[in-house]
């Protein structure tokens, strides 16, 4: 008894060249198992397919080592005959698994086309006929040669991975170039196991090893390094899904047809987090935000990352959302540390029904970003309409026709007359930015202003506007018609730009234009911002030799104190205000007091918004120094303000 199983095992250890490969065929597929396994994944159709193709594939070299190693563990003819068929059938699943998944990596929804069902169900019935005559040969039924369904069964892998082949062949614009690549890897591989079987199967070649599972393995493990790679779909910085993934998983559930909510926040004040510690300290919020909000999320729900500090949640109903919000909103209370400082975390979220409220995954960010721009205070989650989406489009668009016209030259500079009480004639203007785009029209820049602060776009249109004004100095000389300055509006993120007066006097410089000819101007909301820094930049300017106006005055956020702090030489009062002085009493008297505080604070005051003989008449009165409107003249392009100018200078006033 000894002696034979002596003799088994050596006759076992003799096999083992021909096993060696369907052991390594073992541990190659178990390891790729366990390792996806226990990485983090999107649980979708890819990744079902791709644990079936690597699962059969496993299945088939633990068949196939069976049945090679059949003399060790005692088994019979019979039951190897059936192993040898179950590995077959695994083997060939394994081929047709690998094109549904292809087709569904081509094919969103791959199992709604036709033709790719009967091509699935065209191989499985191939490889059943295959499987049929093997059943039928190793029960006697029928004598067939070996090598009938031998090919027959390998034939059916062929022609699986053939049909995959073709599909991206077909549909090359859809796979990346390593994508296609690789299935291309996996057919050829498994092309050349099995014409090797099949030569095997007559004889042709003698060299009497197994290489089909082997070979499997490999390409499964192709698949997983680059085709399937649950990588690709984590944000790394905070450990969550990614962009990518969002919009693929909700392009699926879109797809599915049932309503459902979306749920898009973004974290607040990141940009001072990230001024102030750095992007590892801003990555180090981003990471402890997400893992709170992880923590406080049902399991089944996703938490993607999007773009920034932007996140999203897709929840199945308004009552799963409702359920979660009071736990989102308590996170946010407690502060987070960051290089030993606390500091609290602002948020705007906002929830969209979809597809109620809009079909588009692009739109989701742009409400978020639109709803950011309006919402008076952070901590606010805000329910979406329609109209939101509306806007946040018309914003998108505008955000793009910025960065368009910064790229192509499309910003023009008016120029609007300012009139001086004193000297009765136009002897100052006020650059004024706009924008024409070929596709969205003209835009106000009461719109694209706020947008282009916060994409920090401004810098650069300040600039483009200091240029432009510089330029038109150099080359059509305002001064000899009377122009001792121009107005150049500055906004608060360009104020608060380090090298905003570098880059002001080296265009100055540049156009050899006196600073003397610049007039800054800057609204009181900007002041409210960062006193002290403002404080210090137009310090700065204006030892530089600029004289700077406060634009606004009177429209909300008045303090005496700025006018005492900041080196103002002009105040503008808002055009609201001198409307209501024209229209309401009671504005009067407001108005007749701040005169003579302002003249005796050294400032000159400017009134805007004089459309009428009648206002200009009752603002002078009223003892202002200059008087801008549309009394004079409405912005114009530079030629037509020359134009103008020219003419006023010979006494000729156009209103
Ligand atoms: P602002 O600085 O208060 O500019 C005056 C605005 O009042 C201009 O609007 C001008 O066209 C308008 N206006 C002047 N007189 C009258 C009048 O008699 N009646 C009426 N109804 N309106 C009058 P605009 O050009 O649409 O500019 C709006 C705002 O956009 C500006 O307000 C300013 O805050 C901002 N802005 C314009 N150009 C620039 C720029 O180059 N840089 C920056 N940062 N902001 C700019
Ligand atoms: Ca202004
Ligand atoms: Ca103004």
Partial sequence: MNLDLLAKFTVGLHNLPYCSFDICAILLNALVLVNFFTNKKLRNKLTKLFYMLAGCSLVASVFNLFCVLQSVFYISPTICGVLQLLYEAFYNLAGIIFFIYVAHLVYKDASKKLWCRVAAISLCSVVAVGLLFNIFALSGVMQIHKSVYGSIVNAGQLLSTACAVVIVALNRSKLSFTQRLNVYFFSAINAFANVWQILLIFDVIAYQIQISSFALSIAVLLVYVTLQRPEDEIDHVSGMFNSRTHLYRTNERLHSGKPFIAFVFELGNMAIVNTTFGIRGGNDVIKEMANRIRGILPKKLLLFRLNGARFAINFNDEGEYKEFEPKFKAVFEEPVEVNETKIRIAYTGCVIAMPTITDQVSDLEEILKYYRSIAKASDKVLIADKEAVEKSRRREHVEYAIQNALKNNGFEVY?????????????????????????????GPDEFIPIAEETGKIVEIGHFVIEEVCRFIKNDCPQNYGIDFIDVNLSVIQCMHPEITDDIN?????????????????????????????????????????????????????????????????????KALVWAYMSTEKYEPILKHYMPMLHGLGLKIVAEGVETKEMLTALEELGCDYIQGYYFSRPIPKAKFIEYIKNAAKGVLTA
């Fill in 415 to 443: 120029y609007q007359p300012i009139y001086s009480v004193a000297e009765k004639r136009i002897s100052s203007c006020e650059a004024l930015i706009r924008l024409i785009d070929s596709e969205i029209g003209f835009v």
């Fill in 506 to 574: 080296a265009i100055l410089e540049k156009y050899d234009v006196p600073r003397n000819m610049v007039n800054l101007e800057v609204t009181e909301t900007a002041s409210a911002k960062s006193y002290a820094l403002l404080q210090s930049r137009l310090r700065e300017l204006h030892r530089s030799g600029f004289t700077i106006s406060l634009d606004d005055f009177g429209s909300g956020f008045s303090s005496v104190e700025y006018l005492i702090n900041f080196p103002f030489d002009i105040v503008k009062l808002d």
